[in-house]
């Protein structure tokens, strides 16, 4: 799943559920009343007419800019560089009405323009108002945001951006391209966006969250934190660096064995830490700071503790730290222009940080909680298809009520914590939108007519998942058969292939497109992401997709991938087939020089809809893939939904995962 904005999603608090919710589903009532289809074309546009006039005040404002301003740059991060956002952080949100999680904003003194990807282009179209422009990024004829700069923009210019809202190697890359045309970056530390946001009236920026962390066990982290401070400090030694600066959130959370819930989905909290050879200092909110936490930081029988100091602090930190030490500073390239800066060129060194290659490599104990929170998060599965099939025909099942009905399954399995990111439950032309997010005005009810894709996933304290399934309650179309199986093939092609020990993921992205490539279709989205350990579910920095990313070390053994190929067709149907898959040693005939060589198993066990297959679209090794991994679900599965007592979803099971061929 490829998720976007995490505006709230939970909007079924207080609504009603259709007929034919089970008795065991808690917390939930009954109701007769219909629930009301909306037209899938109606948009609610926000007017973004006086805050575009608003910023472009203060963009001429010397109280608040170093000189005018030609541009003013508005990303979709924030200072920890993160894809899911705390509402008080949802900046170009808020200026633009587009909720899609990528995306950046250009406003000029006369121009506002919006650069996304085509996961977003349906999504973006239909949120923003007439004030802006739509740049789709990715397609030939679409200038870069530096090239449509600098042809638009005249020599002398200076755009601005807030320096702790990008990272310094997209500052680099920009302010050299700017300076070749004449033009100048200048950082603006008083971010225009929320000087405007916060004398909104009708919607004032909300409070950054301070929420309560907790330590999360060691029978589901696997190792203790000194143990992972250890590892880290030899790096440190290794590459001559006096301290290491963790700006992302997820890998403060993993190094500390600490979450919390600061950004609704991922379980972080506002944060950074710094690790040197002799101490280990984490920068948080002492409010959010219980005294299990501290408990799990000062051991009593271990010699070092974790100091702790203000969330605010680490700029004064990290310039004395630069006053005080020798030897380079290593910050993520990540990291924000606004902290790097801090550190002269010659006692910095900015790549990729080791946490996050030590995070993407799960341990025995990670990787048994995948596999046993994805049995727990199948059965809740399971649950909720066999539930559809026998209610769709009541005509009062929609996208945004079947959603709470399987967030309301979830719930009953044990460690669950609660959704990894907001449902993306789309029938018809819905599910054509990449990373749609049903909302009461869009919301349609789930027929035998359509095609239903459910892209869901959920927080165990044991695991995250992410997995989608796309459906047909009634009888499918050939078409719409060639293309699922198409799909189909694509998916398994990925998932059975072997390689080499650290390939690049976009070196695997054509196994998952043949197919769709061989009758001219594709999909506008990468084939897969790495999956954290009860954190962010988009977890870096491996993936696969064809885009090059200078900061993939290689697919290694332990790591957690999505397989989550697409077709979509606008305004009528979309098909996304997601199983996250684990990279293990693969067995081969031969060896060529000493190589390692990987491949993928099944972590996923949801069954793929048989219906929708055209069987003579498959070889015969796939149809042994898909004979298997559904045997692989039957055997996983099966035992849970008896013990459960869940007879009907065990039949369900059963049924959906017959043998073929």
């Not at 990540?334 to 996050?356: D, H």
Request: with cysteine; proline share 6%; charged share 25%.
């Amino acid at each position: 799943m490829y998720i976007e904005n995490l505006t709230k999603f939970r909007s079924l608090r207080g609504l009603v559920l259709p007929i034919g919710l089970p008795q065991s589903v808690s917390g939930c009532r009954r109701t007769s009343i219909v629930i009301c289809r909306y037209s899938s074309n109606f948009t609610m546009k926000a007017d973004t007419t006086h805050i575009l006039a608003n910023i472009r005040k203060l963009m001429k404002d010397r109280k608040y800019v170093p000189d005018t301003l030609s541009a003013y740059i508005v990303p979709s991060c924030d200072a920890h560089n993160s894809e899911y956002l705390a509402d008080v952080d949802m900046r170009r949100q808020y200026v633009s009405g587009f909720t899609g999680s990528a995306g950046t904003a250009v406003i000029t003194l006369d121009k506002a323009l919006m650069w996304t990807d085509g996961r977003y282009y349906l999504q973006a179209q239909k949120e923003m108002d007439t004030n802006w422009m739509l740049m789709k990024e990715g397609l030939p004829d679409t200038p870069s945001r530096p090239d449509w700069l600098t042809s638009n923009l005249e020599p002398g210019s200076n755009v601005g951006v807030d320096p702790m809202l990008i990272t310094s190697t997209s500052w680099t890359d920009l302010s050299d391209k700017l300076e070749a045309s004449g033009c100048q970056l200048v950082a603006v530390d008083k971010n225009l966006v929320d000087i405007v946001w916060r004398e909104d009236r009708n919607n004032p920026q909300p409070n950054r969250p301070e929420n309560p962390v907790s330590p999360l066990e060691i029978e589901f982290t696997g190792r203790t934190w000194q143990s992972k401070v250890e590892e880290l400090r030899a790096k440190l030694e290794e590459n001559k660096c006096t301290a290491l600066v963790l700006t992302a959130l997820d890998d403060v959370a993993w190094l500390l064995n600490l979450r919390g819930s600061d950004i609704d989905y991922n379980p972080v909290f506002f944060s950074y830490c710094v690790v040197t050879p002799k101490e280990v200092v984490l920068f948080i909110n002492e409010s959010q700071v219980s005294p299990a936490v501290k408990d799990s930081l000062t051991p009593e029988d271990m010699e070092e503790s974790v100091q702790i100091q203000g969330y605010s602090k680490i700029k004064g930190f990290l310039s004395g730290l630069v006053s005080n030490t020798q030897g380079k500073i290593w910050l993520a390239s990540t990291a924000s222009q606004g902290l790097v800066s801090l550190v002269p060129e010659k006692r910095s060194l900015v790549k990729l940080s080791p946490v996050a290659v030590m995070k993407a490599i799960k341990n025995p104990v990670e990787l048994k909680g995948f596999d046993n929170c994805h049995i727990r998060d199948s059965a809740a599965l399971c649950q909720y298809f066999s539930w559809l099939q026998k209610n769709v025909g009541s005509g009062q099942v929609t996208e945004i009520s079947g959603a709470d009905v399987l967030e309301e399954f979830r719930k009953e399995q044990d460690n669950f914590v609660g959704l990894s990111f907001p449902s993306i439950s789309g029938v018809g032309p819905n599910g054509a939108i990449i990373h749609y997010r049903p909302e009461p005005e869009s919301d349609r009810r789930i027929t035998k007519e359509e095609m239903y894709l459910i892209d869901s996933g959920a927080q165990y304290k044991d695991g995250t998942t992410d997995v989608t399934r796309t459906l047909h309650l009634g009888t499918p179309s050939e078409y719409e058969k060639e293309c699922f199986t198409r799909v189909l093939k694509g998916m398994i092609a990925l998932a059975s292939s072997v390689f080499p020990a650290k390939t690049c993921g976009y070196r695997l992205d054509t196994l998952a497109r043949m197919h769709l490539w061989s009758v001219g279709l594709d999909y506008r989205h990468g084939t897969g992401h790495g999956v954290g350990s009860y954190l962010n579910v988009h977890e870096g920095p491996s993936g696969i997709s064809y885009r090059m990313n200078p900061n993939d070390p290689g697919i290694q053994e332990g790591m957690i991938f999505s397989d989550e190929p697409g077709y979509y067709e606008d305004g009528k149907f979309g098909i996304r087939l997601e199983t996250l898959v684990k990279v293990v040693p693969a067995t081969t005939k031969y060896t060529f020089d000493q190589t390692e060589m990987l491949t993928f198993e099944p972590v996923t066990v949801v069954p793929i809809q048989l219906k929708l297959i055209e069987p003579t679209l498959l070889t015969k090794p796939e149809v042994e893939w898909l004979n298997n991994y559904h045997q692989i679900c039957r055997d996983r599965v099966g035992p849970l939904l008896k013990e459960q007592g869940k007879h009907e979803a065990l039949d369900w099971l059963y049924l959906e995962t017959q043998p073929i061929g």
